[in-house]
């Protein structure tokens, strides 16, 4: 009987600290992020930090958690205390806002649809480029072999798909062409990785595949990781913008009164300094300035947004990529 | 009930079976009862076209085909090296006796992609197999290397305890009634090893059905071929779909939990036809 009560004093002990804790306005806040953002936000933070401290001398801490952007949106919605999201999909900050924890007019409340930087998806292929692929069309020609990470689990396998989508409804014209011919590019996928950096692997690693498709990020660390002498990366001649949204998680900072270093937190990465490290990173700025300074980073292409020309994000998951949506037909066989 | 308590020689029954209880029920039963109660908010018509989708069908057929069969590997394979362990002395056999628990001790994702590596077409045994138009990383050979990967340690670590305490006087008895070296094994040693084996066989397959880590780097994950149910699972909750993924989870649960009913059954046939108690 005794090690129970004991247990429950303990428990009881660390609830009390925990609610004392959270009684008064904190200086700490939690930025809850996709896989790959991990880098570029040390960086963000630091520069924050020092930023914050110079202007109102009250030092604060940000603590990120990053995993799969989906998974990281649905521990959220369970009661991660996190302060900002920032994610790589708008639908991971929607499920949000239908939980009621991000204004469901977020993408107003910060510039850009509130994403404060974008990628493209564009492919790596082998040095020399010897399949001669220049463009969507090569991806579906028969003997060519594409590594996507798995669409069902991963948001830049989502986007690949959504990119062959677009380029075949403009340049084929119509959705019926475009599913015929994102069936054929999806018949040359090997493997399915469970999110970018799995097919990075594949591809890199395992040599299999003639060309991965994946973020411009991704194509140009992979470029630095491994030396400029192995693989190329090309520029389709159409791709799709992917632009990354970050949302204050309402519920959280009132109840932790953080909603003034929050707001600083995400505007932050649109001020000059903040778009520089963005760049830095291999992301695409939203500031002109800072894009026109790394002009030979990021090769003017041509980019459509997966909204304007497919359809709004709710019904591109419904049609597209729920449970026996137009994405499981075609690969189901 | 007290006083079929206090005839019990061993006091303390109330006590560890009040703990026993509540200990499974905080650790293992209230889980799984949100899984079901989750699962409860479908209608059973579309409970079983969730489950019953080509897709995840296969992956059943995926899932369970390979843990058997891995599971039936590593109960021969695990039963040579338990063998080897007890029987003989040889250098470095402590060493591979540490060996044995590596599988449990990787993280693995490690696993995974270590395995993969090895068995892609570019890899250490891979390269061997390519040139045969044999692929191994990225098909369903691939999740069965995984699963008998995990899988290993369970077998030799349930039978090499028994396979300790066997006296060898069992056997040489045997020889002396005039027993060959094949009837003293198949009639004297095995049946005594058979419950070990059975028990190392189920807890390899438990653990190969549910394992997802390692699993998920060598497969290729192509729908229809070589997806695992746990990743179906995963692709669920993905798309926000908490109901559809504990529905799919329900139906492993089952499954699991009938095929371990089945093989405890089998034990304890096999504890009777030995002859000993249980």
Redesign the interface.
């Known amino acids: 009987m005794l090690p129970r009560i004991l247990s429950w004093a303990g428990f009881l002990l660390a609830f009390t600290f925990i609610s004392a804790f959270t009684a008064y306005a904190q200086t700490t806040i939690l930025n809850v992020s996709y896989d790959v953002s991990r880098e570029l936000y040390k960086d963000i933070n630091t520069a924050f930090i020092a930023e914050w401290r110079k202007k109102t001398g009250q030092t604060v801490a940000v603590n990120q958690s990053h995993g799969g952007s989906s998974k990281q949106a649905l521990s959220v919605v369970s009661g991660l205390e996190a302060d900002v999201v920032t994610m790589n999909q708008a639908p991971d900050i929607d499920i949000l806002a239908e939980n009621g924890l991000v204004a469901k007019d977020w993408r107003s409340k910060f510039p850009n649809g509130a994403a404060p930087y974008t990628s493209v998806s564009v492919f790596l292929v082998r040095k020399g480029n010897p399949k001669n692929i220049k463009d969507w069309g090569d991806l579906a020609k028969p003997g060519i072999q594409v590594i996507v990470p798995n669409p069902k689990t991963s948001g830049n396998g989502r986007y690949t798909y959504l990119a062959a989508w677009g380029y075949a409804q403009q340049s084929l014209g119509g959705a019926s062409a475009a599913r015929d011919f994102v069936t054929k590019l999806f018949a040359n996928v090997p493997v399915f990785d469970g999110g970018g950096r799995g097919a990075t692997t594949t591809f890199t690693q395992r040599d299999v595949g003639d060309a991965l498709v994946t973020f411009e990020n991704e194509a140009r660390l992979i470029a630095v990781e491994f030396g400029a002498d192995k693989f190329d990366i090309v520029y389709p001649s159409i791709s799709v913008e992917a632009p990354a949204p970050a949302a204050i998680n309402d519920k959280v900072v009132d109840k932790k009164q953080t909603r003034e270093i929050a707001q600083a937190y995400l505007s932050f990465l649109y001020s000059p300094e903040g778009q520089a490290i963005i760049a830095k990173h291999d992301f695409r700025p939203r500031d002109e300035a800072v894009l026109r300074a790394n002009q030979a980073k990021f090769p003017s292409i041509k980019t459509f947004d997966v909204e304007a020309l497919i359809g709004p994000w709710a019904e591109v998951r419904k049609t597209h990529f729920a449970d026996g949506g137009i994405y499981d037909q075609i690969v189901v066989k | 009930m007290a006083s079929a308590a206090s005839r019990r020689v061993l006091p303390g029954f109330g006590l560890t079976l009040g703990y026993t209880l509540g200990y499974l029920s905080l650790i293992v039963l209230v889980p799984l009862a949100a899984v079901l109660l989750k699962t409860a908010t479908l209608s059973w018509e579309q409970f079983w076209a969730?489950v019953t989708?080509?897709?995840v069908v296969a992956s059943y057929k995926l899932s369970f085909g390979a843990s058997l069969i891995a599971a039936a590997i590593n109960t021969v394979f695990g039963l040579m090296l338990a063998w080897s362990l007890v029987r003989y002395s040889f250098p470095g056999k402590r060493l591979i006796d540490a060996l044995v628990d590596l599988p449990f001790a990787l993280p693995t994702a490690v696993a995974g992609?270590a395995l993969?590596?090895i068995y892609?077409?570019?890899?250490w045994i891979g390269q061997y197999f390519e040139p045969f138009g044999i692929k191994i990383?990225?098909t369903q050979t691939g999740v069965l290397i995984a699963l008998v990967f995990i899988g290993l340690p369970f077998v030799v670590r349930t039978v090499q305890p028994v396979l300790e305490d066997l006296d060898a006087e069992f056997e040489e008895a045997a020889a002396s009634l005039g027993a060959n070296r094949w009837q003293t094994f198949a009639r004297v040693v095995f049946p005594l090893l058979l419950p070990a084996l059975v028990t190392g066989f189920a807890l390899a397959f438990a653990r190969a059905v549910g394992e997802y880590g390692s699993v998920?780097?060598i497969a290729?994950?192509?729908?229809?071929v070589s997806e695992i149910t746990p990743?179906i699972i995963?692709?669920?909750?993905?798309?926000?779909?908490y109901v559809?993924a504990t529905a799919v989870a329900t139906v492993m649960l089952f499954v699991s939990f009938a095929l371990l009913l089945v093989i405890n059954g089998l034990q304890a046939w096999a504890a009777r036809r030995t002859g000993r108690n249980r």
Do not use: S, V
Request: hydrophobic content about 45%.
């Open positions: 969730i989708a080509p897709r992609i993969t590596a892609a077409g570019n890899g990383a990225f998920i780097f290729g994950n192509l729908p229809m990743l995963i692709t669920k909750l993905e798309q926000y779909d559809g």
